[in-house]
């Protein structure tokens, strides 16, 4: 059903088809099948920045555009996309890269929509379309931390641009930040980016203060080119 959006519908015949019998049916014309009417309808209810459609397999995260190689002008979108990608041990790669095919959701969704669109290829050619149930908590713990980058940059994706914070598994431990030059703390909720308690630097990471009472503290960093990466909620000490 995935070739029967809107869009590159006709831009990339090749990787299609009309033969109403194969896999890669595209339809008599762009959402022409209910499937994708209903994908259609709470996708333009609202303006989503994000949207990431689950398949398999490949172990690939892909984005627009699929029916060309030309690459989006938008740099954010191969960014987070390769950022996802890392998190799940995937290739990241634009759609096309893969093979060229037009009628996708991504394509639609960001060129109509301007929603950033993934795609997340679960699982290696062994598992293959109808990989096996176990496998589910597998593909669950390598795509979550992906879900929560989305959630983390949702109100702004340009925050991809900055250095990203990784929380301390052991208590009193630095927060990590490479290539980062300060961070900051917020408590109760996130303020404007350079307003925050500044945090002392610890080699490559950055230290919340010890003492008091424990409070939940959302942290964020900046490069050397003043670019301020996504909020990081944890504890203090």
């Known amino acids: 059903i995935n070739r029967n959006y809107g869009y590159s519908w006709d831009k990339?015949?090749?990787?299609?088809?009309?033969d109403p019998e194969d896999a890669t049916y595209r339809g008599p014309s762009a959402f022409s099948e209910p499937e994708t009417q209903a994908m259609k309808k709470p996708l333009?209810?609202?303006?989503?920045?994000?949207?990431?459609?689950?398949?398999?397999?490949?172990?690939?995260?892909?984005?627009?555009?699929?029916?060309?190689?030309?690459?989006?002008?938008?740099?954010?979108?191969?960014?987070?996309?390769?950022?996802?990608?890392?998190?799940?041990?995937?290739?990241?790669?634009?759609?096309?890269?893969?093979?060229?095919?037009?009628?996708?959701?991504?394509?639609?969704?960001f060129a109509e929509l301007g929603t950033y669109t993934y795609t997340s290829e679960m699982g290696s050619h062994q598992d293959g379309f109808d990989p096996p149930y176990a496998k589910v908590a597998q593909y669950w713990k390598e795509?979550?931390?992906?879900?929560?980058y989305m959630l983390k940059t949702a109100e702004n994706p340009s925050e991809a641009f900055g250095p990203d914070l990784e929380a301390p598994l052991t208590e009193g431990a630095a927060l990590l930040a490479n290539g980062a030059v300060a961070a900051e703390a917020f408590f109760g909720k996130p303020g404007t980016s350079g307003t925050g308690m500044a945090l002392q630097k610890v080699g490559t990471g950055f230290s919340l203060p010890s003492g008091g009472a424990r409070r939940l503290a959302l942290v964020h960093a900046k490069d050397a080119q003043g670019n301020w990466g996504p909020f990081t909620a944890v504890w203090s000490r």
Not at 50 to 65: E, G, T, V
Not at 143 to 148: E, H, I, T, V, Y
């Open 12 to 18: 990339a015949p090749a990787g299609s088809s009309s």
């Open 44 to 109: 333009t209810s609202r303006k989503f920045i994000y949207c990431m459609s689950y398949h398999s397999f490949s172990n690939a995260i892909l984005w627009p555009w699929s029916y060309t190689h030309e690459a989006p002008a938008d740099k954010r979108l191969a960014l987070i996309g390769n950022k996802i990608a890392k998190f799940a041990g995937y290739k990241g790669e634009q759609s096309a890269d893969l093979y060229i095919h037009g009628g996708t959701i991504n394509d639609w969704a």
């Open 143 to 148: 795509n979550w931390p992906g879900a929560q």
